[in-house]
């Protein structure tokens, strides 16, 4: 549930478009849950990746990846 709770700050990052969090319905992957991000363009992606928000998530809750 903290999971759940935690990773929709991403959503706030401005150059963020769209946001989906989905379960993989796959039994052949080690993993249950995807996350869809769209962005503009590359620049956007790239201003994603190193946004502090971004970088705190990853920082505190990496354990989940």
Same mark, same amino acid.
């Given at each position: $549930? !903290?999971?759940?709770? #935690? ?8 150059? =963020? ?5 989905? $379960? !993989?319905?796959?039994? #052949? ?8 991000? =769209? ?27």
């Amino acid at each position: $549930k !903290v999971f759940f709770e #935690k990773i929709v700050i991403l959503k706030e990052i401005p150059v =963020v478009k769209g946001f989906e969090l989905l $379960k !993989v319905r796959s039994g #052949k992957m080690d993993y249950e849950y995807c996350l869809r991000l =769209v962005f503009d363009d590359q620049a956007g992606a790239d201003i994603y990746s190193n946004h502090p928000i971004h970088n705190q998530y990853v920082k505190d809750e990496w354990t989940y990846w």
